[in-house]
């Protein structure tokens, strides 16, 4: 059977997209090019989500399995780091939407209310499959839970709500199915379930935390050349050692539950392994993963920024449509809705190349070559 020839228009359906902008009412001719622009612009954003999410779920999926192929890492990558482009991409549009003065958006605010951006059942999707825990957030006002704000005004089920807790029906996330990737990370060649991995992870720790507090010592040598007085130099003393007490609190996971301390502090040994120790073949990928999540996690907060920094622009600090505090909750969200916090807190304690501990069983993280 001969395929029928494909239009361009007809593939990506044009007619259809352009008879979407309309708002409440069915022909955006006789609405005012500021309203059309912001419907069109948040129109654009909603897809831009959908394909984030498209690409979340195959992250996910990836590092779910019980064993992730070292070649499959790259495609991991690649969807991390599309993610976060796209992200970027949404807050470009936020240049476009400060081209409208206060008084333009306020010509058509009345229609949107209370409706809200709060109400995007997508970007909801992408905090869930992220991992966003809810304990974190945010109540918008006065719904008590961010579902609530899902539901049609007669509080029944909409295609918002419906669309979220069929997502929340799914408890893995990528940030837990990349923490379970980690715990299985070789730490000095060591894995789960053999019978001195505990102490192998312990060993690692340790000597780890030796050549941190050799470097927090070397730093803090060279800041007391600055200091001015005496109550300077106890002020920089107090600062370096509360660094190195820190970092074993968090390499011995001490901030964590006794119950679940042994597997967080594998994890957390990972990736300083990962990021130390990144030169060694079979840590490569793994460590432009990480690299990756980081990208991936700044993108979502610096549009979470740039959103609050345009809203602020056009309407100030009044309440939200949606009888949010406006800026504040925003500013709040981009400040709180954290998800890979070890990933960013390993960041604080890695050391020059040169000070790391060799490790006792580097050749495991070679790659073998047939003969």
Excluded: C
């Amino acid at each position: 059977m001969t395929r029928k020839p494909t239009a361009y228009w007809d593939y990506i359906r044009v007619e259809e997209l352009l008879a979407l902008q309309g708002g409440i009412v069915d022909d955006d001719s006789t609405l005012a090019n500021d309203e059309v622009l912001f419907i069109t612009i948040h129109q654009i954003d909603e897809l831009w989500f959908k394909l984030a999410i498209r690409e979340l779920v195959s992250v996910r999926e990836l590092f779910a399995r019980d064993r992730v192929p070292e070649q499959s890492l790259s495609s991991a990558v690649r969807g991390l780091r599309r993610i976060a482009q796209l992200f970027e991409h949404i807050a470009s549009h936020f240049q476009l939407m400060e081209t409208m003065t206060t008084r333009d958006y306020l010509a058509f605010r009345d229609k949107l209310s209370p409706a809200s951006g709060f109400q995007s059942a997508q970007l909801r999707e992408v905090e869930i499959v992220l991992g966003l825990d809810d304990a974190q957030r945010i109540p918008l006002g006065h719904e008590g839970s961010y579902l609530r704000a899902l539901l049609n005004p007669d509080g029944t089920e909409s295609p918002a709500s419906r669309r979220v807790k069929a997502r929340l029906a799914d408890p893995t996330t990528v940030a837990s199915a990349v923490a379970d990737w980690l715990y299985r990370t070789p730490i000095d060649g060591s894995t789960p379930g053999q019978p001195d991995d505990d102490a192998t992870v312990e060993r690692f720790v340790d000597a780890y935390l030796e050549a941190h507090a050799r470097e927090n010592d070397r730093a803090r040598e060279l800041a007391q050349h600055d200091a001015l007085t005496e109550a300077d130099g106890e002020r920089l003393d107090a600062r370096y050692a509360a660094a190195v007490e820190s970092t074993a609190s968090f390499l011995r996971a001490e901030d964590v539950d006794p119950s679940e301390r042994l597997r967080r502090r594998r994890i957390r040994a990972a990736l300083v392994l990962i990021e130390g120790y990144r030169e060694l073949p079979l840590l490569a990928w793994p460590r432009e993963v990480v690299d990756a999540i980081v990208a991936l996690e700044q993108s979502f907060v610096i549009f979470r920024q740039r959103h609050a920094r345009m809203v602020e622009r056009i309407i100030g600090r009044r309440i939200g449509t949606g009888g949010s505090a406006g800026v504040d909750y925003l500013d709040q969200t981009a400040l709180r809705y954290r998800v890979f916090h070890d990933v960013w807190a390993v960041r604080t304690l890695q050391i020059r190349r040169a000070a790391l501990p060799p490790l006792k069983n580097e050749k495991a993280y070679g790659i073998s070559v047939g003969d």
